[in-house]
């Protein structure tokens, strides 16, 4: 199985100016591939394909000499993402979405490089990168695995992170449980997610903590005149503050995905449309601060690590159906308790989806 290791690595002040040169380089080489491509069909209707565009890298380091201060495959790599934006755009075309057509990249908005196969080496606490050297990593954990490429990217504050994309053996990454163990999660805003068990997990409502920094933050920038060295630092403490909303966010993620995989053997979401969730205006800002779809992500990369596995099953009438006679309750987004007039079941109204959940989940897998 492929698992990423990302870690921040230090450069020096030489190697910081270097990397930055090889990312409007690569800028270059993006907006360049881009614009041939788009005049090729553009003047006479004709595509042109990777492995054509490729081979016009030798000409464009000739043209260009700066070039040749780059590692060829993380210039080929970037050839390969101008690729896959058009097969993206194709993709969109052909399933009746209303696509945007790949955009050149302005001043800042390339923000990344990849080595795909050779031009780097890891060894002795150093990351040596070809045509920059050896940069200092914080290797906070090792890294297991065959590494099979590697991304080196800068944040907006300037931080500079490694990723190994390395393949790895499933067995042992985490501690298996022998305990069929099952549990349907419903997923929320008041509670970030409640368990079929009765268990619940607040919403920590990252963003809503960090909101009147940034709303500050965002003060300063509208008011510093563009161009200035005051807006490059008003612009810095903006991108802190969403950074900083962004760690805590994956922290927490992290850690309560970890913890579902380790104590159940079966884990049921439901398969929410959250694309079309965020359209309310009046819960979007909170629904993107919950990140629900993140949390399934982790859940079911790190299960399937362990062995265990994640179902998503149909949300529809969750909260409606009753858990005890299965029975259809109409009720309100206002009413948080399910109270059934059949059986009379009274019941926290998330706590009975979750309840419903688990069965659909445990269905779906006895089906299977």
């Keep these: 199985m492929l698992k990423v290791f990302r870690y921040r690595i230090y450069p020096t002040k030489s190697q910081r100016t270097r990397m930055a040169e090889t990312l409007e380089l690569c800028r270059w080489t993006y907006n360049e591939t881009l614009a041939l491509r788009k005049n090729a069909y ?111 990217r800068k944040t907006p504050t300037g931080k500079w992170f490694v990723s190994f994309l390395v393949e790895v053996e499933p067995d042992g990454l985490l501690p298996k449980i022998e305990s069929e163990s099952s549990v349907g999660v419903d997923v929320g805003l008041k509670s970030f997610i409640t368990l079929s068990n009765g268990d619940r997990v607040d919403n920590p409502r990252f963003f809503v903590q960090e909101e009147k920094a940034l709303a500050k933050a965002q003060r300063k920038l509208s008011k510093a005149l563009k161009g200035s060295p005051e807006r490059d630092r008003a612009l810095k403490a903006v991108h802190r503050v969403h950074e900083r909303i962004t760690n805590k966010r994956e922290d927490f993620v992290q850690k309560l995905s970890l913890s579902l995989v380790k104590s159940y053997d079966l884990i049921v979401f439901e398969n929410l449309n959250i694309k079309c969730m965020v359209k309310n205006h009046c819960l979007a800002k909170h629904i993107a601060d919950a990140a629900w779809s993140k949390l399934i992500a982790a859940t079911s990369y790190k299960a399937e690590w362990a062995g265990k596995r994640v179902e998503l099953v149909n949300p529809s009438n969750t909260s409606k159906i009753c858990s005890g006679c299965g029975q259809m309750v109409l009720k309100s987004l206002s009413e948080r308790v399910h109270q059934c007039p059949f059986c009379g079941l009274t019941l926290d109204r998330d706590h009975n989806a979750t309840i419903n959940i688990l069965r659909l989940g445990l269905q779906s897998v006895a089906k299977a």
Excluded: C
Aim: proline share 5%; hydrophobic share 30%.
């Design 42 to 152: 553009d003047q006479e209707g004709k595509l042109v394909s990777y492995y054509e565009t490729k081979k016009l890298l030798p000409q464009w380091k000739e043209e260009k000499p700066e070039l040749k201060g780059v590692h060829s495959q993380v210039l080929q790599e970037v050839v390969k993402r101008v690729d896959l934006a058009y097969q993206a755009f194709f993709r969109r075309v052909k399933a009746g979405e209303d696509p945007g057509y790949p955009r050149f990249k302005g001043y800042g908005r390339y923000d990344s490089f990849t080595y795909t196969q050779s031009g780097f080496s890891l060894k002795s606490g150093k990351l040596w990168l070809s045509k920059i050297g050896d940069i200092k990593i914080k290797l906070h954990r090792p890294v297991d695995g065959e590494i099979k490429r590697l991304n080196i």
